[in-house]
T-cell receptor, first 116, second 113 residues
Framework: DQQVKQNSPSLSVQEGRISILNCDYT??????FLWYKKYPAEGPTFLIS?????DKNEDGRFTVFLNKSAKHLSLHIVPSQPGDSAVYFC???????????????FGKGTKLTVNP | DAGVIQSPRHEVTEMGQEVTLRCKPI?????LFWYRQTMMRGLELLIY????????DSGMPEDRFSAKMPNASFSTLKIQPSEPRDSAVYFC???????????FGQGTRLTVV
């Protein structure tokens, strides 16, 4: 049972355009969401996060949007650059105050290719 | 800080052999996670520790897998005996207990032939 789903295994965009990566989750107890970026032969690196009390968080070219009612979040990259080409993982976790674990549950990833 | 350090980076072993993967978390972090990445299942959590105590090992696939954290600066993941289906990239990550991100090591690519 996949609690975090990234339904698009790959996405290709032109340099300078917007990249939109989507993620859906099923567990309503999740209250913290993260995006990780992974280059080949490296470990995932943290990119941006959002708490469930917010619906938007922005950091430079990266913005994460959260729609709790739809259990959906998305990562927007604008403008996209060739160096953004990587696999992007969506992850979610429950806060420890709820008695749940602090483990991160990951989606399967979306491979983004930004063409020059 | 050097980040999360994993060793070895690559391991090739024969079926039936024991394999030990090692991890040194970031100093001061009190949570440690072991993940496995495969094409079919993506990144799946195997086990995690808080303050050196195993909290959730429900992701450990079989009794052939075991993990230990004898102190705050070291953890091992052992597979005995190894099988070809164990071939994957194994990641270790660490974080603070508070609601913050986890930092990953570079992974160990395990190939069991």
């Amino acid at each position: 049972d996949q609690q975090v789903k990234q339904n698009s295994p790959s996405l290709s965009v032109q340099e300078g355009r917007i990249s939109i990566l989507n993620c859906d989750y099923t567990n309503s107890m999740f209250d913290y969401f993260l995006w990780y970026k992974k280059y080949p032969a490296e470990g995932p690196t943290f990119l941006i996060s959002i708490s469930s009390i917010k619906d938007k968080n922005e950091d430079g070219r990266f913005t994460v949007f959260l729609n709790k009612s739809a259990k959906h979040l998305s990562l927007h990259i604008v403008p996209s650059q060739p160096g953004d080409s990587a696999v992007y993982f969506c992850a979610a976790k429950r806060g420890s105050s709820q008695g749940g674990s602090e483990k991160l549950v990951f989606g399967k990833g979306t491979k983004l290719t930004v063409n020059p | 800080d050097a980040g999360v350090i994993q060793s070895p980076r690559h391991e090739v072993t024969e079926m039936g052999q024991e394999v030990t993967l090692r991890c040194k978390p970031i100093s001061g972090h009190n949570s440690l996670f072991w993940y496995r990445q495969t094409m079919m299942r993506g990144l799946e959590l195997l086990i995690y520790f808080n303050n050196n105590v195993p909290i959730d090992d429900s992701g450990m696939p079989e009794d052939r897998f075991s993990a230990k954290m004898p102190n705050a600066s070291f953890s091992t993941l052992k597979i005995q005996p190894s099988e070809p289906r164990d071939s994957a990239v194994y990641f270790c990550a660490s974080s603070l207990l508070e609601n913050t991100e986890a930092f990953f090591g570079q992974g160990t690519r395990l190939t069991v032939v």
